[in-house]
């Protein structure tokens, strides 16, 4: 397995994030505890600035609204002209029309690094009758085939999360078993994976599938590592015991844990 995690420790990256407003102290705590260096920055007047320094971009669109809209698109555009990664999070789209129609025009005119959600929001983009309740994802769903499709239509890395995360790049799939159920009880969480998958790209627009395995892997083996400590109290302790985790986890630590099967 690489050890980006080890460069991000050392250089200090920085994530710019367009995020959504649940989650934006939450985000950049993470970052920091990561190694990594936040910059919640949304104006389009100063992206030229920021982007040819960032290690890349995350653009979340959680709260959504038609200021944002315009925003959101104009910041893409930056990150692809100065050729800075983009990992799109398309949070809930399948929650309404408007989401949906968003994201579709947003794909259409912006080539992103990685696009992440769980099944049901990746599921969303790739068929247009499919439908959600908020970010909650359907358990039912063949999540290999979802990624796979999705990844062929966008010709972009795919991470879909869920009890088991899917990622697909270079026509390669796995399959990740880490994680905590206490992710699904904290808000944010799913949010903060963007960020914490952007910190790992270091301005690399094609990155490997290994580079992939290792983000999420970090961030999950360090959630394992928080349920352990909060198990018998809850997702209150849970979300500061991760923070820590984040904070504390190394390489050796990541390549002994993860739990990886190659799909094809």
């Known amino acids: 397995m690489n050890k980006i995690l080890d460069q991000i420790r050392t250089e200090h990256p920085l994530v710019i994030c367009y995020t959504n407003d649940v989650v934006k102290n939450f985000t950049a705590n993470g970052l920091l505890s990561l190694g990594a ?11 030229e600035d920021f982007y040819p320094v960032a290690g890349s971009v995350l653009i979340n669109i959680g709260t959504l609204t038609k200021h944002h809209e315009h925003a959101m698109l104009e910041n893409a555009k930056i990150a692809n002209e100065t050729e800075t990664p983009l990992v799109f ?14 994201c ?32 909650d994802s359907a358990d039912n769903l063949d999540v290999v085939d979802i990624a796979e499709k999705a990844y062929k239509e966008y010709q972009t890395a795919i991470i879909l999360t869920g009890k088991t995360d899917v990622i697909v790049q270079d026509n390669k799939v796995v399959k990740l078993s880490n994680g905590s159920h206490f992710l699904a009880k904290i808000t944010g969480a799913g949010c903060l994976l963007g960020a914490v998958v952007g910190a790992f790209l270091f301005r690399n627009t094609h990155p490997s599938i290994e580079t ?15 349920e352990q400590l909060s198990d018998s109290k809850g997702p209150g302790t849970f979300l500061t015991q991760f923070i820590d985790a984040l904070y504390r986890i190394d390489s050796d630590a990541v390549a002994e844990n993860c739990n990886l099967e190659e799909v094809k």
């Open 89 to 102: 999070d398309p949070v809930a789209v399948g929650a309404s029309k408007y989401r949906k129609d968003f």
């Open 37 to 47: 260096s936040p910059a919640m920055s949304e104006a389009p007047q100063e992206a």
């Open 104 to 135: 579709k025009y947003f794909l259409k005119k912006i080539k992103p690094t990685v696009i992440k959600g769980n099944a049901s929001e990746i599921l969303a983009l790739i068929d247009d009758t499919a439908t959600m309740k908020g970010t």
């Open 212 to 226: 992939l395995i290792e983000a999420v892997s970090v961030y999950n083996i360090a959630a394992e590592r928080a």
